[in-house]
């Protein structure tokens, strides 16, 4: 038995009578628009809210530091930041860092590069788009640095083993989101480009790109951390093999010399890139691109 | 604005007495991963300069899959069907399409560039006339102030008049229309179709309309082909010129409406005679 009897009506609704009324003019309501006040501004803002977070998360390490007191397991913030200041300045971090980034920057516009002939390749065709899907079925899962004692028998000490591992790292990642993100572009898009007379690389570059640009951004975003962490792990592995070593070999140096501080000095300088390269340019991309088609928040 | 001077192409099939579009014995089959289905069965038609030519069906009936065709997206697997007397070989600018989904437009850019894309990637307008036709066909449909954004900020009514602007400002030989209305409020679909009509009293293109319902079919076509479902097959092709929003009440209105029902739903449970 169901209980929906229980809330049927009895008899038919109450009769009632018709009215019309004329509406307020929109002025004698008051407040429909008003600007924010200040502080409804401020909350509104994504850096200021981003750098609270930071500030908070500094505090607690600087708190819990203080509270551990052991220098040699875990330096407070400001003693670590003491630390950078030093080794950017009197030290080698700066040369350091340098170093890093300019194998990033090869390695990353390498992988990207060459993802974007591969996805291209497979938009077109059926055997690149089957290509595609079993080399990053392959690959994807394979660890760029299982690669680096093979990159040093093909390319010998130095950068160009690096650079190797990480076109590894950027490759897979890049192509993989490109991929799918072309995949998921609606039919009646396609149709509606096609209709055009869009064919070819002008079909990719006018219709494609720009509509999974989503997946694209967050591929670049993948690959650009992936880069960073194959580069730091090389340079802890081998590093100190290469004429010059990067930021990784920095960490190494001043792990085997205890000086834990300017350990963290280092690390501290990956997050900082890494914060200022997702706020300056990841975040712009998607300011000017996606957020001003309503295609992210 | 003044009116868009004729293209070449356009000025070549001015003649009404020749069929712009001709469909002859047209079977449409399609495969999807299980099984292969067939679509429409031996449809012929003919479409001719400045009709309002509507495929009016049950859904299954294979207009959409007829659309597509004459589109070029979906060649026939039986039969021809050619446009100014050349078989059709794949999509152009020559066949317009406004689709019932919103996503047809382009999010990445602004209203204006919406419009004027097609003609930038084709050469069919000289580049100097692009923006004045753009402002133009903006004017005709009434969205002049929003020119300068982005889809994503209209409301469905607007977007589907961008599409409608961006497919008429092609000036095609046929514009495809695939349930342009479909997905709108029921409001609004009125508007539309009554604003479509405006634009064609304007300009007398010739339009291609996919819809299932009778009463759209009836005012918004001249001449209705009523399709069977699946497959399907003509089941008459009728005129309908003349009808409009002040003749929904009408007889002759209704007697067409009764027509058509009775064609497309005889024999079916809740249709008896007394329901009309």
């Not at chain 1, 194959?230 to 000086?259: D, P, Q």
């Not at chain 2, 070549?12 to 047209?26: G, M, N, Q």
């Amino acid at each position: 038995m169901t209980n929906a009897s229980v809330i049927l009506p009895a008899g038919d609704p109450p009769p009632r009578p018709d009215y019309e009324r004329k509406v307020e003019a929109a002025e004698a309501i008051g407040d429909i628009a008003r600007k924010l006040t200040w502080r409804e501004r401020l909350l509104q803002n994504a850096l200021f809210r981003r750098v609270v977070i930071l500030v908070v998360l500094g505090l607690v390490w600087q708190v819990y530091a203080t509270i551990l007191d052991n220098e040699l397991m875990l330096p407070k913030l400001s003693v670590t930041l003491v630390a950078l200041w030093d080794a950017f300045v009197h030290g080698t971090l700066l040369e350091r860092t340098l170093f890093s980034l300019e194998i990033l920057l090869i390695g990353y516009a390498i992988g990207v590069v060459l993802a974007a002939a591969l996805v291209s390749v497979s938009a077109t065709t059926q055997v690149g788009n089957d290509l595609l899907s079993t080399l990053t079925a392959m690959f994807n899962p394979l660890p760029a640095i299982a690669l680096l004692p093979l990159a040093l028998l093909w390319f010998g000490l130095g950068m160009g083993s690096i650079v190797f591992v990480i076109v590894h790292s950027v490759l897979w990642a890049v192509a993989l989101n490109t991929h799918s993100g072309f995949q998921s572009v609606s039919e009646t898009m396609r149709m509606a480009g096609q209709t055009f007379g869009l064919k070819g690389l002008r079909y990719i570059f006018g219709i494609l790109v720009p509509a999974a640009l989503p997946a694209i951004v967050s591929g670049l975003k993948i690959g650009w951390a992936f880069a960073w962490r194959t580069l730091i792990a090389a340079e802890l592995v081998f590093g100190a093999s290469s004429r010059s070593g990067g930021l990784g070999w920095f960490i190494f140096e001043n792990r085997v010399a205890l000086e834990t501080p300017y350990v963290f000095a280092g690390l501290l300088t990956v997050i900082l890139i890494g914060l200022a390269i997702e706020s300056l340019v990841f975040r712009t991309l998607e300011t000017h691109t996606l957020r001003k088609w309503g295609m992210q928040r | 604005m003044t009116a868009p001077s004729l293209t070449p192409a356009a000025a070549a099939v001015a003649s009404p007495a020749v069929p712009v579009l001709t469909a002859d014995d047209v079977s449409l089959q399609y495969t999807t991963r299980e099984r292969m289905v067939t679509a429409t069965w031996r449809v012929s038609f003919k479409v001719y300069p400045g009709d309002r030519f509507v495929l009016l069906g049950p859904s299954g009936c294979g207009k959409s899959s007829l659309l597509k065709s004459v589109a070029g997206f979906l060649p026939p697997v039986e039969g021809r069907i050619r446009l100014n007397g050349r078989d059709i070989k794949g999509p152009g600018p020559d066949r317009m399409m406004v689709f019932q989904e919103f996503d047809q437009l382009l999010p990445w850019k602004s209203v204006f560039e919406n419009v004027a894309y097609p003609m930038r990637v084709n050469s069919r307008f000289p580049r100097a006339e692009i923006e004045e036709r753009v402002r133009g066909y903006l004017d005709k449909i009434g969205l002049t102030r929003f020119a300068d954004a982005h889809p994503h900020t209209l409301s469905g009514g607007m977007k589907q008049r961008v599409a409608i602007a961006r497919a008429m400002a092609m000036e095609p030989e046929v514009l495809l229309m695939d349930e342009p209305f479909a997905a709108l409020d029921a409001l609004t679909r009125r508007t539309m179709q009554a604003e479509l009509l405006r634009l064609w009293e304007d300009t007398r293109f010739t339009i291609l309309f996919v819809t299932h319902s009778i009463e759209e079919a009836l005012i918004v076509g001249t001449r209705i082909l009523v399709l069977s479902p699946h497959p399907g097959q003509v089941r008459a092709e009728l005129d309908a010129t003349g009808l409009g929003f002040d003749s929904v009440a009408t007889p002759r209105f209704a007697e067409l409406q009764a027509r058509i029902e009775d064609m497309l739903f005889a024999g079916r449970p809740g249709h008896t005679a007394e329901a009309h």
